[in-house]
């Protein structure tokens, strides 16, 4: 079936949905129906959607169309993590991985393809950059995920959260990403709860700010120093938005928000940031908001100078939070079999800013030196 000239209806919220039957001379409940159809029978075919008159069913395979992502490749973990390849344009691909649990199962979502900021102990961030996806491709990787675990909203959920955590930073397409998070929340959509729905950001102050007037979901930074001289080294935005002007961002969108909290992301790596005057830094800096922190060993990968915490190292960190009044847990690390843990995310960029170039170029001298 072609597509040319067709709207993807993937790429609407509830609102646009309805503006879009509107233009089409339809009523807004019909709006409804097809958001149904899409989200929670999960299907993207017009013929099927029985409730509708014939009529309307040949007017949207005329003027739209439902386009997910297509799977270029899909594998399971030995722990039962699940990532799927999902091709973009052009030779571009994201990855999505879904992560089960006893009590809940969650889906690690991309914003971009590839990620513009750098951060210095990330894969994703050697693939350079690309582009924004469209909200069609953020709120499609959760359609694919859905269909294949079976899951269905409000009876059998197989995706209880969702995590804006895969490749990309997601305040940098913020219109996309906040039409997306709309579909996952709304109750014709995935109807998902708010506080499960969860944007992880390297910390864009200012951005955080237009978040709080614009979607009401769970915050996670990504802070991995607790010094900004340690910080600018590993997180470079820290040189626009040092850790002062990000926590009071994160003080301002917590204050519109009774009961939440923010959850600080620290990934620890052996040597730099993982000591005992680290783990004291970060107390101070814990106690200025209602806050969590997730510690995360870090995940290796080809070419990277960084090594993971050892245990005791690890421990004694989280000990040190916690014996301060720190909520302070140790992510369990998931799905590295097959190259799905955090930081790991890397899928196929053509990438517009010469970093994967200029990697690959570290590892090859690298390599002939050691030789």
């Not at 029978?41 to 009529?55: E, S």
Request: aromatic content about 6%; overall charge positive.
């Amino acid at each position: 079936m072609s597509t040319a000239g067709k709207t993807n209806l993937l790429d609407f919220d509830r609102r646009g949905l309805r503006e879009f039957f509107a233009q089409l001379g339809e009523k807004p409940y019909r709006a409804d129906q097809v958001m149904k159809w899409i989200y929670h029978r999960l299907v993207d075919d017009f013929a099927q959607m029985t409730d509708l008159g014939k009529a309307l069913r040949a007017k949207l395979a005329d003027a739209c169309y439902v386009g997910p992502p297509r799977t270029l490749f899909e594998k399971g973990s030995a722990d039962g993590t699940h990532k799927w390849l999902l091709g973009m344009d052009g030779g571009n691909a994201i990855e999505t991985v879904y992560i089960p649990e006893p009590t809940r199962g969650t889906l690690c979502v991309s914003s971009q393809v590839g990620c513009g900021l750098n951060c210095q102990f990330c894969s994703t961030a050697t693939q350079g950059f690309n582009r924004n996806l469209a909200a069609a491709e953020i709120i499609g990787q959760v359609w694919v995920a859905a269909k294949h675990l079976g899951n269905v909203p409000h009876q059998q959920r197989r995706i209880t959260n969702v995590v804006m955590m895969g490749m990309g930073e997601p305040l940098l397409n913020f219109d996309n990403v906040v039409t997306a998070m709309s579909v996952m929340r709304d109750d014709l959509g995935f109807g998902l709860a708010n506080k499960r729905v969860t944007l992880s950001t390297a910390g864009l102050a200012p951005m955080i700010d237009k978040l709080s007037e614009a979607a009401d979901v769970s915050l996670a930074v990504s802070l991995h120093a607790p010094n900004d001289e340690l910080r600018t080294q590993l997180v470079p935005l820290n040189k626009r938005y040092p850790i002062d002007e990000l926590l009071a961002a994160c003080a301002r969108y917590v204050s519109k928000r009774p009961r939440a909290s923010i959850t600080f992301e620290y990934t620890l790596m052996k040597g730099v940031n993982d000591q005992p005057e680290h783990a004291r830094q970060l107390v101070k800096l814990m106690r200025r908001l209602p806050s969590k922190v997730n510690l995360i060993p870090f995940n290796p990968f080809a070419g990277t100078r960084f090594e993971r915490s050892p245990p005791e190292a690890i421990a004694a960190f989280q000990k040190i939070l916690l014996d301060s009044g720190v909520l302070a847990t140790v992510r369990r690390t998931r799905g590295d079999d097959i190259d799905a843990a955090c930081g790991q995310l890397k899928g196929q960029v053509l990438d517009r800013t010469r970093r994967q170039a200029e990697f690959r170029k570290r590892i090859e001298e690298g390599a002939a030196h050691a030789a």
